[in-house]
């Protein structure tokens, strides 16, 4: 064994500082334990977190004896362990300061529930709205919002809930290039 400045021995591959470093078996069980409890913490907070999957985008309701209608659909579907309610479906164009904002009334009809709509574990919610002759309701939207080719590429639609949470859904293709064809109908986009 070789002597070091201050007392510190040097063997062959092995440094020892004075420093007594315990057992492996005392330090596996201290990681063990850290780890279990962060794991703990980990599952008792997402089992509270409220969890929304859905889409949004243009759909046709028929029926048996009746016309078929084309609409914006909304559908959403609680997929956490709490229930929740759904408060209010809006939508945004744009980023940052620029953004636009809208909100979405939906009633209960015979196109879907009304809001607010409360969502069980595992429970789907569906809302629409008929776009009318001429996908009226887009064209409206168009001129109000005066939507351009990049306000349809960022458009979203927010599904909020009231725990405070908020889901964010991209609107299908077809939904989008619908309202594009409208904007561009009316001059905007």
Same mark, same amino acid.
């Given at each position: 064994?070789?002597?070091?400045?201050?007392?510190?021995?040097?063997?062959?591959?092995?440094?020892?500082?004075?420093?007594?470093?315990?057992?492996?078996?005392?330090?596996?069980?201290?990681?063990?334990?850290?780890?279990?409890?962060?794991?703990?913490?980990?599952?008792?907070?997402?089992?509270? @977190?409220? @969890?929304?999957?859905?889409?949004?985008? +243009?759909?046709?309701?028929?029926?048996?004896?009746?016309?078929?209608?084309?609409?914006?659909?909304?559908?959403?579907?609680?997929?956490?362990?709490?229930?929740?309610?759904?408060?209010?479906?809006?939508?945004?164009?744009?980023?940052?300061?620029?953004?636009?904002?809208?909100?979405?009334?939906?009633?209960?009809?015979?196109?879907?529930?009304?809001?607010?709509?409360?969502?069980?574990?595992?429970?789907?919610?569906?809302?629409?709205?008929?776009?009318?002759?001429?996908?009226?309701?887009?064209?409206?939207?168009? +001129?109000?919002?005066?939507?351009?080719?990049?306000?349809?590429?960022?458009? @979203?639609?927010?599904?909020?809930?009231?725990?405070?949470?908020?889901?964010?859904?991209?609107? +299908?293709?077809?939904?989008?290039?619908?309202?594009? &064809?409208? &904007?561009?109908?009316?001059?905007?986009?």
């Amino acid at each position: 064994m070789n002597k070091l400045n201050n007392g510190v021995s040097h063997r062959k591959g092995e440094f020892v500082a004075g420093i007594q470093w315990g057992s492996v078996a005392d330090w596996v069980s201290g990681i063990g334990s850290l780890s279990a409890a962060v794991v703990a913490l980990y599952v008792a907070l997402s089992a509270r @977190r409220i @969890r929304l999957q859905g889409y949004c985008g +243009e759909r046709i309701i028929v029926g048996p004896g009746q016309p078929k209608v084309d609409v914006f659909s909304v559908s959403v579907t609680n997929v956490s362990q709490r229930p929740t309610v759904i408060t209010n479906i809006g939508f945004t164009f744009g980023i940052w300061r620029w953004k636009k904002h809208g909100i979405i009334t939906f009633m209960q009809d015979q196109y879907g529930h009304g809001i607010p709509k409360a969502l069980s574990d595992g429970e789907t919610g569906n809302w629409n709205v008929p776009l009318g002759e001429d996908k009226k309701w887009l064209v409206d939207m168009a +001129e109000q919002f005066s939507v351009s080719r990049f306000a349809v590429f960022t458009w @979203r639609v927010q599904v909020h809930t009231s725990n405070g949470g908020t889901t964010t859904l991209r609107p +299908e293709k077809n939904i989008r290039q619908s309202l594009l &064809a409208c &904007a561009q109908k009316s001059g905007k986009g």
